[in-house]
């Protein structure tokens, strides 16, 4: 069985920064492309930053410039450094990973972390 493992949530001011990471453990598989996304309440769970295996990335335009994503291929790890957090950032974000299990590609995801940033 794989699991996605988010950390490093919490309360921060407007203008902090977080960091979060996730960890995908389990017995034999490959990981593709990893991202992480977020849902605001009331709001649909939209795309922040994904990276490929490749290392390549794509960020939301909302978080350009203000985010950085990053992966250590051989911890199967995918992290997520925030910075000049705005309030408009608060959300539940999950890490989201391509994994191949026994021959077949799907999606996993992480239980969610939840990033609340203050006036």
């Known amino acids: 069985q794989v699991q996605l493992v988010e950390s490093g949530g919490g309360l921060v001011q407007s203008g902090g920064s977080l960091r979060l990471s996730c960890a995908a453990s389990?017995?034999?598989?490959?990981?593709?492309?990893m991202g992480w996304y977020r849902q605001a309440p009331g709001k649909q769970r939209e795309l922040v930053a994904v990276?490929?295996?490749?290392?390549?990335?794509n960020y939301a335009d909302s978080v350009k410039g203000r985010f950085t994503i990053s992966r250590d291929n051989a911890k199967n790890t995918v992290a997520l450094r925030m910075n000049n957090l705005k309030p408009e950032d608060t959300a539940v974000y999950y890490c989201?990973?391509?994994?191949?299990?026994?021959?077949?590609?799907?999606?996993?995801w992480g239980q969610g972390t939840q990033v609340t940033v203050s006036a």
């Open positions: 990276i490929s295996s490749d290392s390549s990335t």
């Open positions: 989201k990973a391509e994994l191949k299990i026994v021959g077949l590609r799907a999606n996993y």
């Open positions: 389990g017995n034999s598989f490959n990981v593709y492309a």
